[in-house]
């Protein structure tokens, strides 16, 4: 089973279930270790209607980028097909990809209602809580997907994040991943270093 994170359009995909996400750079007391969440793969993709295609007479900077094209088709589907599942899971991934919290979280909470143990939606619904300046939320999400899926590498990791950055608690951070470590001792960063040897440096670093 491969610990490679693949891109495919636009999206980190997490085809193994364990699979975690380090990104470093300099920040101060935790040495230039960083984590960065990013969220679950869409369980099933959904059938977007046709984009119409820019008119050559129409000047480029004039047309809306893919993701807004994207975005705008599946607008119209969900207010056509309120029932569809799968569009308001896409229609949320691509407010996650554009930085729209509020939307992204209500596009998810309209998918989770039509499939509420959806544990990979919970968990993207806990990232734009927790980006949106709700960690308390953030943290719900992420034990309710915990619940669901007791093995979603996703969201242990992105708990331990909150719990370390938003929630102030070291150690709640560092035990909930050293559970990852013990469900999975091998578990890698895309650099190939060990999550053990991540938690090691980050408690060593006083």
């Known amino acids: 089973m491969s610990n490679q994170i693949n891109e495919h359009d636009g999206y980190i995909k997490k085809e193994s279930m364990w699979i975690f996400v380090l990104v470093a750079f300099a920040l101060g007391f935790l040495a230039g270790i960083v984590f960065s969440v990013y969220k679950s793969p869409s369980q099933t993709p959904v059938s977007q209607p046709q984009v119409q295609q820019q008119s050559q007479n129409q000047p480029q900077s004039a047309a809306p980028s893919q993701n807004e094209a994207n975005i705008l088709a599946l607008e119209k589907e969900v207010l056509i097909n309120p029932n569809n599942v799968d569009a308001w899971t896409q229609l949320g991934n691509y407010y996650f990809d554009s930085q729209k919290f509020s939307k992204a979280i209500n596009a998810y909470t309209k998918s989770l209602e039509l499939s509420p143990d959806n544990a990979n939606v919970i968990t993207d619904l806990g990232i734009m809580y927790r980006r949106n300046g ?3 939320q953030a943290i719900a999400s992420f034990e309710k997907a ?16 909150v719990q ?10 560092l035990q909930t991943w050293e559970e990852v470590v ?3 001792p091998a578990a890698t960063a895309p650099n190939g270093q060990l999550v053990s040897e991540i938690i090691t440096s980050v408690r060593n670093d006083k």
Do not use: M
């Open 164 to 173: 370390l950055y938003d929630l102030k608690d070291r150690e709640g951070a």
């Open 134 to 136: 709700n960690p308390q």
């Open 182 to 184: 013990r469900l999975n």
């Open 146 to 161: 915990l619940a669901i899926d007791p093995n979603h590498p996703s969201a242990r990791f992105n708990k331990g994040i």
